[in-house]
Every structure is written in C-alpha cells, then in structure tokens.
C-alpha cells in the first residue's frame, strides 16, 4: 500500500485553474510562516483569480486559518509574498480594505459593545454598507441589536460576524470555517446569502471549512493545504470528472496494490481493493481485473471521500 | 467622520460613568478659565491643574477601549489607523491645545509649556488605560520629591522657567506614547492564554476584562515559563502520588493543583521572593527616611496578601465551562458532593495567604525595623486566617455582577484593615493572653461561622457551568 509521502500528487498541477482576463485577485509566492519552531506553511505558491469560490481544504493543524489571517496580513509572516489586488500585503491598509470581507474562526470582538452599535461602528469605516442587507439578516438570523455581543452565543457571534462581513459588499470574502457553529437553517441560510453575493461579477470567496457539502452547493473550486504546501487548486467539477474510485473484489483479497496508471492512492479492505485514480484508462483497469481474477466496480467519489483520501 | 464620531463615542458607551465624571472636570475647568479671566487670574492655575487630573482620567479609560479595538481584525477596517489619528487629534485639541491656549491667553507661563505637560498627562494616563508600566513613571517623580522635598521644590521653579523643560516634556509625552501605542498598532500573533486561576502577580492575571493580552516582555515571559514549570512540576508530583496511593487526600492535591496551577509550594516561594525584591526595591526607593507605623505595615501586607482572593472570584467565573469537564472527570455521587470537593480544594489558598501575610509582615518588620515584631506578626495570623476565610466565603457565593463583586472586595479590605488595627491595639493594650485571646475569638469565630455558613450554602446550589456574561 501506498503511504502518503508516495502519493502522486503531483499530477495535479498547482493553479491548474484557467486564468480569468483580469488579474489575480490574490497571488501567493513562496510564502513561509512558523510558530517557534513549528513551521506551518512551507513556501506556498497559489493564485486566485477573481471571480472564483475556492475551498480550502485541510485537517486540523494543517494552517488554514494560519493561512487566511497571513493573506490579510493579521499575522506576520516569516517569508515570502503576498499580493491582494495586485498590491503587495504588507498590512492591511489603503482603499483595498474596502473590497474585504473577513469572518474569522471565531468571534471574540468587543463584548461590550451592542450588537447594533457594533454593526453602526462598522458601518461607519465604510464607502459601501448594505443597511437592508444588515436589517433583513438580523432579523431573519434571529439576532437581538439591543443584546450585548458578550451575551451571545458562539453561533451568534459566528452570525454578527458574517453579516459584519458581507455588509459592506466585499469583492474579496474570506471566511474561516463559517459554519462551524451555525445550526443547518442558518448555515442553509449563509449558503444562499454566499451565493447570492457570488452571482455578481467579480466577487471572489475563500473559504476554509470541513463542510464539504457546503463548497459542493456552491460549485467551489478546490484547493488542498497539506504538509504546509497549496497541492492543488481545482474546480471541483473537472475533480469529479477525473477522479475514479475503482473497487477490485476478489475471494482471496489482495496482498499489495498492483501499479496502476494515475494511481492516488490503494485501500485494501478484506477482499476489496479501493483504488483513487486519476484519469483512469478503463480498458486497462478491466484487464487488470481480469488478469486479478477480480470484479471491477467504478464508482465516482465525493468531496468529502476525496478530502479523507487526499488530506 | 462618521468613523470618527464613532471612535469618539466609544468612552460614552464602554465607560459612561468615567466619561460623564472627567467630563464634568472640563467643564468645571473651562468655568475656572472664565471666572479667571473676569475675576481672579491665578485661578486659571487651577483650571489647568484640574484639566491635567482629568485627562489624566480620560486618557486612562481611553488606553482601555484603545486595547480592545486595537485587535488585527480591526485593522481591516479602511482607513482604521487614519482615522484613530483623527479621532486623537480631537483628543489633543480638547485636552492640551485648547486650554494650553485660554492660559495663555490669561497669562500664565508660556503655552507650550502647559501644553507639554499637559500632553505628558495625557501620555501618562494612556500608558496606564494600554496597561504598560511606562504609566508608572510618574511615581518617580513623586519618589523623588518625597525624597529630597527641598531639592524637588527648586528644581520645580527651576523647571518653570527654563526653556529646556517643555522640549523634555514633549519628549517624554512622545516617548511614553511610542511605547503605549506601538504594540497596540503592530499585528503579531497572538499571546497563548493562560488559565484565569493562575496568580503570578506580574501582569498575567487574565484580569484584562475581555481585552487582548499585550505581548509580554522577555522577563515577564521568562518568569512565567518559570511558574509553568512549577506547575507542570507539582501536577507530576501529584499524579505520582495518586499512582502509588490513590487515597481521597492524593485526588484533593491533584484536583488542587488543576485549579490552582500557581498554588504550589514552589510557585509559592517563586511569588513571595519576586514580590519581597519588589517591595524591598520599592521601599529603599520612597519610603526609607520615613517614620512609618508598623500597624499601617503590617494591615498592608495582610491587604496584599487577600488580593488573592477577587482574583480567585473572577476566575471561578471563567473557569466555569471548563469546569463541567472537571465534574465528568470526578462523577461525584451528588452533587453537592462535587461543590464540597471544590469548596474543599480552594481551602488551601487560606493557609496560602496567611503564609504570604506572614512572609510580608517579616519582611516589613525588618524594612522599617519595627519594635513590636511579635504583636504584629500575632496580629498578622489572626487576622489574615479570619480575613482569608471570609474572603473566599464571598467569592464563592458572593455577588456575580462587577460591581456587587468590587463593593464586597472594598467591604473585605477595608474591614480587614480595620480588623487589624483594632486587633493591634488591643493587644498592645491588654497584653498577648487577653488581648490576643480575645481577638482570637472575636475574629476567627467569626470567619469560621462564615465560612461554614458560606461553604453550607454553595454545596446546597447546583454547580453552574453557563460562562460568564461578558
């Protein structure tokens, strides 16, 4: 079997997106961070184009949220470039602060304020502030103006944060795992606020989560941080094009698995044999079988099968 | 400027009370000016030294909001930095500009010269409200002229009309603003929390009331990695001993040194001597030539030494999710069970606190080289033992809210202090057996009723694990 240092992840190359005509609207070069001595992110090379939803995929520890706070630059970094709107992110200042929407991991800002003197001081920094948006949510999402934000639970906060955030109609929205504590309605109910801002052009989401069903409603493109390293970016529909898990049954089960073109990564489960392969040749897959004295069954993965194999 | 009315209106809102006080201040000052000018013109003297205090004030609850809005997410925000400038600006010209101005105008000294130190006011205050020691600067100057008065008093005259001063002035106001703003308007990552219980005494208390922690210096961090290992050691010492003999008393001492990570006998004796070079320093700086009771002394020590205990209460608090995990953990059969064993394992911070009272005292007897070491040292036990119950009585079922809270601290300190001046004297006036005896009954019976009374009522309630309301 496979272990991971082996995978081929190469094939899938790096910003293997097709440029949209205009520019970037985040580029990342060689970028390095550690805490202490734990290096987190490993000279990251990515590019985001406008326009676009991306996932970003990871486990736990892998430097997401590291990640997104170096891109707005709310966390030093120890190398490397970052350009956001096609200016260097040195820190977070100028005009382009007007075009950012930021939902962090969790919402700990000023407890004391209320929740509609909190969103009134926001409001107040900006050129753009959607009020009926911010009216419309507040209501529908349930949440008090006059309650200290202190008093609110961290659903709550996780909700003041999103409306705080696409508020001022960002063109860049980065959220770190949004919904981690929303309930489904609510988190139904971010997902079609987050479409909705999608569908005007030019806006472009990141978005970390472990939710993939909510980057596969919204047609995201994937992009996967491991071993502190961007291994790819996709669209998710050209990863459910290309991507194959392949099951070999046989009575005996399988000792190793057999070298296989495009080959991801190899399960072996009893008498099963799983295979993730990338761009798999069927005719060779169907003589292996034969040759195996295997049954073949193809099966097309999801994200969320995809993200345990991969991350 | 609407983000500027914003940021203005932020001290009405987080300290109305702070803000309505320092406000009437200016008013009152502005009123002196006038008055001045129709009537009495040394009375603008007065007006400038009331601004002074008030912003002084002003510029403490200032330094606290600017903490908490000054967070790398607030950053984001465009234009965040230009516009706290802005909303500075308007800051300057009502503290030290314009009544710089209207006394000059009145014809004290030159303008720039109030409007130096009235800036360096306003510099020291901000210092203070941002929590950094550059605030405390001011004591030296207090230091100083409590230490050669005469010697202070002309260098006050020579200062006045020298040229030189106000340029060192601005320096020292630019200064101090440099260090107080500085780390407040640098993104770094963030500082790793500590728990609420642990008492170092050395600026990590967690009693930032919600605000972000400053960045620690290298000898705050070295000290507090110094305090980490006598945890981490003490918890080892526990688990070993509940390993070998897994007794009730062993499981005490480990939930103790859970809740309590800097109530070891190391972190201890760790605490005791930084705070004993502290005050020693603190001492041959200010107080040395001076004639000071040993009753005002030895109260002091016993007053430093409860400190532990409002500490505790807001801890408690914010330990109170954690908790539940806690009460897993242990699957008491009831329980009150459970809030015994907790009331059982913060016992041990009376012992803590006489011992610290004790300690203090010591070193008290010794710096002012009192002459009834024994009476104060008696009085000390006494009363701290008394103290200590009733304090951890009322942070365990006392008040929730800040306020109830604060006035129940300011009841113990108070009434502490009182306790042991009344308990001096009587010693002093019916000898260590009646005396001593009779202070012995009056006020151990009395914290020991309270605290049983006190320990009653918090097994008879359910434990609370809802966080605390911000």
Known sequence: MSTPAEWPIAIAKPNALPLADEAPVLRVAALRKSFEKRQVLRAIDWTVPAGRVIGLLGRNGAGKTTLLRCLLGLSPIDGGKIELFGEPMIEPAGERMHRIGFVPQSFDLFPWMKVRAYLDFTAAFYTHWDHPLTTRLLDSWQLDPRQKIGQLSQGQRQKLAIVRAIAPQPDLLVLDEPVASLDPQARRAFMAELLELMRQPGKTVIFSTHITADLERAEADIALLRDGRIQFTRPLAELRECMRLIVLSRAEGWVQAPAVAGLLKANIKGGDLQLLIENPDMQNLQALAAQSNASLRIETPTLEDLFVELA | ?470
């Open chain 2, 1 to 470: 400027m609407k983000a500027v009315w914003q940021l203005w209106l932020q001290p009405w809102k987080k300290v109305p009370v702070l803000a309505v006080l320092v406000s009437l201040i200016w008013l009152g000052a502005m009123v002196t000016f006038c008055f001045a000018a129709s009537h009495q013109v040394k009375l603008s003297a007065l007006a400038v030294g009331m601004i002074a205090f008030g912003s002084w004030f002003w510029h403490v609850g200032q330094g606290q909001i600017l903490r908490e809005l000054c967070r790398p997410e607030s950053f984001l925000m465009p234009y965040f930095t230009r516009r706290l400038a802005c909303a500075a600006a308007i800051n300057l010209t009502q503290w030290v500009l314009l009544p710089a101005c209207i006394s000059s105008l009145l014809g004290l000294p030159p303008a720039w010269l109030i409007a130096a130190a009235l800036l360096c006011a306003a510099a020291l205050g901000l210092a203070i409200g941002c929590g950094r020691r550059a605030g405390l600067l001011i004591w030296l100057l207090f230091i100083g002229a409590g230490w050669m008065p005469q010697l202070a008093a002309q260098a006050w005259y020579a200062a006045l009309n020298s040229p030189l001063t106000a340029p060192l002035l601005l320096l020292i106001a630019i200064l101090i603003l440099h260090i107080s703003l500085r780390p407040l308007l640098r993104i770094d990552d963030r500082e790793t929390e500590a728990s609420p219980l642990e008492s170092m005494n050395l600026g990590r208390t967690n009693d930032t009331g919600g605000a972000p922690r400053l960045p620690r210096s290298a000898f705050n961090k070295r000290i507090g990695s110094l305090f980490d290992h006598t945890s981490q050691w003490a918890l080892d010492q526990a688990l070993h001993s509940y390993r070998q003999r897994p007794g009730s008393a062993q499981r005490l001492t480990l939930i103790r040194r859970l809740l309590l990570p800097h109530d070891n006998p190391l972190a201890i004796a760790l605490r005791l001597a930084l705070v004993a070079c502290f005050v020693t320093i603190y001492f041959f700086a200010a107080i040395h030539r001076q004639h000071f009771n040993a009753a005002v002394v030895g109260a002091y020590a016993t007053m430093l030494a409860l400190t532990r205990f409002p500490q505790l209460g807001r801890g408690m608090q914010r330990m109170r999710p954690n908790l539940a995990d806690l009460y897993l953990t242990l699957a008491p059969t009831t329980q009150a069970q459970y809030q015994k064993t907790l009331a059982d394992a913060l016992l041990i911070l009376v012992p803590v606190s006489v011992l610290t009272a004790v300690a203090y005292t010591l070193l008290g007897i010794v710096l002012v080289h009192a002459a009834e070491p024994v009476q104060m040292l008696t009085t000390t036990i006494i009363v701290t033992t008394a103290a200590s119950l009733v304090a951890l009585a009322v942070h365990l079922i006392g008040p929730e809210g800040s306020f109830g809270r604060g006035l129940v601290n300011v009841v113990v300190i108070f009434g502490t202090m009182a306790t042991y001046w009344g308990g001096y004297w009587l010693i002093g006036a019916l000898g260590y057996v009646f005396g001593g005896g009779l202070m012995l009954i009056i006020a151990l019976s009395f914290g020991i009723s309270v605290w049983f009374a006190a320990q009653r009522e918090y097994q008879r309630r359910r434990p609370c694990f809802d966080a605390p309301v911000a």
